[in-house]
């Protein structure tokens, strides 16, 4: 579903900053994986999500979704197929805008925005379902603006607009970091049984330990800018933290160095 | 006084054009055009040049809306294609089309004295003159109302508000500026069209401080009536254009002020900056009070354990 091949990122090249993100990156996901990604600080997590997602181009490789490469694709015509949850609450939701009309937006992913109502009876029903499945009583608040809700609130909103065109590929970039710990419980629920019904294909990044065993049929470490162990289901079933991290640094040579790792 | 208060709501609803356009740029997409001050006069040249050389009023004002569309497209590009920053894409165009609009018009003024404009057949009545000016006014507004609510004009809000987030949706934020910023000088020039109509010239330095006049009345319609969704916003921007005008006339009228009319952009300036700095105020000691409001209820959710 998603390829990537031989992608290499440099940042600053040629100045005393330069800086390898990403190096030489061979990384495949099949339909329907769920892939958690996991590494310390500067790891070149971010920038991996930066590069499937059209933020970034990479200086080396190729990126292709279902076949057919993407890489000369900016980010607003690749989200036709790439649904994205930022770390930041604020960032994937429209502060001065209604919950309906956030979510008209995202409904219209991949789709021509033409002159017709953002927001119909038709969309509005469809809207108030899928708002529903959160369990947090926003189909109750369509017409309030999405400033005034909560971090977690809206970062639920992000999951389920993000998700519910069912995208090929879903990003998920830290998405419960930035939450206390009983929203991002709540945030991370939802994202597993939305991934498990609507069967998509996601790459998720954590630094939850815990949460990046848990989750997933897969998991990737990484380090200094490169994959550097690939669990598959049956190893990663009964895999603890200690194990995880003591694989870690068996293969890198350092501890997992994240100032906000969570061990679970 | 009765009739410089009509003759000010008058000019406010021609201005509320103009308001419109900016609230278009500086509100919904936070991009302070001043490209605004060149687009005016352009609207005022084609609509002057066409209706004196005999073309019907109401295609020259149309001409000027497309003068206006197309000013506010060389402004977006060179922001968005050329990467050139904001202020200064303005700044650029309003420069060009101060040449560009002398050369519409052949000199620097053209006079529309006897000719026969979109107003001739009314503004013998005021009272039908403000009827039909409110009513044009009005339908440009819902009009404006109902684009922003479309697919294409919830793109163009969000590039505004959240421009990273559209793009995740695959919105075009390049495509969806131009279009805002072109939309925007449209009404300008409209507007510039019909104040040179109601004056019976069109100069090229009509336009000048145009951006500070439009914002005037963004920001008083928006201290007056608040920021309530699209349609209300829309509506406090007409009044707020209304409303800078007849301070103005009051302003004028008050003899012990002894003002001259060359003190319009010095009570402008002062109107600016009184509406800017009140509800700024205001703000303080709303989010003052917010914080506090929702730092109480984080407490108690806190002691409860309570959910998101």
């Known amino acids: 579903m998603l390829e990537l091949n031989h992608v290499s990122k440099l940042f600053n090249p040629g100045t005393p900053d330069e800086k390898i993100a990403l190096i030489d990156i061979q990384l495949k996901l099949n339909p329907g994986d769920f892939v958690t990604v996991i590494g310390s600080n500067g790891a070149g997590k971010s920038t991996l999500m930066n590069i499937i997602s059209g933020v970034l181009k990479p200086d080396l490789g190729d990126v292709k979704i279902g076949g057919t490469s993407i890489s000369h694709l900016p980010e607003f015509q690749r989200s036709r197929w790439i649904g994205r949850v930022f770390q930041d609450p604020m960032a994937g939701t429209a502060p001065t805008m209604t919950i309906e009309e956030n979510l008209a937006m995202a409904y219209r992913r991949g789709k021509p925005r033409g002159l017709s109502w953002g927001v119909s009876a038709a969309r509005r029903k469809l809207f108030r379902e899928q708002l529903q499945r959160l369990g947090l009583g926003l189909e109750n608040r369509l017409k309030a603006k999405v400033g005034l809700l909560s971090g977690g609130e809206r970062q639920a909103l992000s999951l389920l607009m993000a998700t519910f065109t069912k995208p090929d590929i879903l990003l998920l970039d830290e998405h419960t970091a930035a939450l206390d710990p009983a929203r991002a419980e709540l945030i991370t629920r939802l994202t597993e049984s939305i991934v498990r019904e609507m069967k998509l294909t996601t790459l998720m990044v954590t630094h939850n330990m815990e949460q990046a065993i848990r989750l997933g049929n897969r998991l990737i470490m990484m380090d200094k800018g490169r994959i550097i162990l690939d669990i598959p289901e049956n190893r990663k079933r009964d895999l603890t933290v200690p194990q995880l991290l003591a694989e870690f640094e068996r293969i890198s040579g350092h501890k997992l160095a994240d100032d906000r790792v969570v061990l679970g | ?308």
């Open chain 2, 1 to 308: 006084m009765f009739q410089s208060l009509t003759g000010a709501v008058e000019l406010g609803l021609m201005y509320a054009l103009l308001a419109l356009g900016v609230y278009i740029t500086f509100r919904i997409l936070d991009f302070p055009d001043l490209t605004v001050d060149g687009s005016f006069a352009t609207g005022g040249a084609i609509a002057a040049v066409m209706i004196s050389h005999g073309y019907e009023a109401w295609i020259a004002t149309l001409t000027a809306f497309a003068g206006g569309l197309a000013a506010g497209t060389c402004t977006g590009l060179l922001h968005t294609k050329g990467k050139i920053n904001g202020l200064l894409s303005g700044i650029l165009m309003m420069i060009a089309l101060y040449s560009i609009n002398i050369r519409i018009m052949g000199k620097p003024n053209v006079s529309l004295i006897n000719a026969d404009t979109l107003f001739s057949p009314i503004d013998s009545v005021t009272w039908k003159y403000i009827l039909v000016l409110a009513i044009v006014v009005f339908a440009i507004k819902l009009l404006l109302d109902a684009f922003l609510h479309t697919d294409k004009g919830l793109a163009l809000r969000a590039t505004g508000d959240n421009n990273r987030m559209i793009r995740s949706f695959g919105g075009n934020t390049d495509n969806a500026t131009i279009l805002g910023i072109s939309l925007s000088n449209g009404l300008v020039a409209i507007s510039g069209a019909l104040i040179a109509q109601d004056s019976g010239f069109a100069d090229v330095t009509m336009g000048v401080g145009m951006i500070v006049i439009g914002l005037a009345s963004v920001i008083i319609g928006e201290a007056i009536l608040g920021t309530r969704g699209v349609f209300w916003t829309t509506f406090a921007v007409v009044i707020g254009s209304i409303v800078y005008r007849i301070v103005l006339a009051l302003a004028y009228r008050a003899e012990w002020l002894k003002l001259e009319s060359t003190d319009l952009k010095l009570i402008t300036a002062l109107i600016v900056i009184v509406a800017l700095v009140i509800p700024t105020i205001r703000r303080h000691y709303k989010q003052k009070s917010n914080a506090r409001k929702r730092t109480a209820e984080l407490a108690v959710s806190a002691r409860g354990k309570g959910g998101i």
